[in-house]
């Protein structure tokens, strides 16, 4: 069942509104008819099952049937600093929506293959930002998680909050497994370098920042599958997910 955020102003006496472009995709994309069945998440904090009963390209509505909390978010937050990688970032953000990341932190190091254009950084932003919303919402997540913009490694540090356990995804012989780095993880900073591997500059960042340095096993992943791996990892080791997701009302 497909899942929308809307926010306060969409729900009026039990009834839910989309508008703009999550109408359009309704009407025209999933070709939605009156008596179906969606689901649409307010402010982040409440799931409503809405009956629709006015399906048009500019302006869907519905009788909400059902309502509960929201569900879908980890409890440990997981903040991934992800090199962006030459190809499929798009894809890798979605990995990382799916997986769990609490945010995304673009980063741009030494070693990173593309250079992006100042003049057109605003609209890669926004491109990311989408694939972030659209990957939340099929994953049935309570919100998008942020996408910064792109960000050096000790500026994507810096940002980090002041709880966050710093653990970098590094092949270097002193690393030692994700999971034993993860007991009493209540927020990590997960750094994913890019394929030529962190610079010199860039551990030592990441050393001034009290972090550990992790593998994720004896086999090689590329950057761009390696962050939603090792989120996955975190998650498991939290008891994320031990739960199967919670099933729509009849």
């Not at 048009?56 to 090199?83: C, F, N, Y």
């Not at 799916?98 to 100042?118: F, K």
């Not at 913009?149 to 994700?178: H, K, M, N, Q, T």
């Not at 939603?228 to 080791?237: N, P, W």
């Amino acid at each position: 069942m497909r899942h929308f955020f809307v926010d306060a102003g969409s729900i009026d006496h039990g009834r839910a509104t989309l508008e703009g472009r999550d109408a359009e995709h309704l009407a025209r994309s999933l070709r939605a008819r009156p008596g179906e069945m969606i689901v649409v998440i307010e402010g982040g904090a409440v799931e409503h099952g809405v009956m629709l009963d006015d399906v048009s390209p500019t302006r869907v509505s519905g009788t909400i049937a059902w309502s509960r909390p929201v569900a879908g978010e980890p409890t440990l937050a997981v903040h991934v600093l992800q090199a962006i990688p030459a190809q499929e970032m798009d894809a890798t953000i979605e990995a990382l929506v799916v997986a769990g990341a609490a945010s995304i932190r673009p980063l741009l190091t030494a070693r990173t293959v593309p250079r992006l254009d100042p003049s057109r950084a605003a609209r890669r932003l926004e491109r990311w930002r989408t694939v972030a919303g659209e990957a939340a919402q099929l994953a049935g997540r309570a919100a998008p998680p942020h996408v910064h913009p792109a960000l050096s490694l000790p500026e994507a540090l810096a940002s980090l909050p002041a709880e966050a356990r710093v653990l970098a995804c590094v092949p270097s012989p002193d690393a030692i497994p994700i999971l034993a780095a993860a007991s009493s993880l209540a927020c990590a900073g997960l750094v994913i370098g890019p394929e030529g591997g962190l610079e010199r500059t860039d551990l030592s960042a990441i050393d001034d920042a009290g972090g550990v340095r992790v593998h994720l096993g004896p086999r090689t992943l590329p950057s761009r599958l390696a962050g939603a791996v090792a989120t996955a990892l975190l998650l498991a080791s939290a008891g994320d997910l031990d739960a199967a997701a919670e099933p729509v009302p009849a």
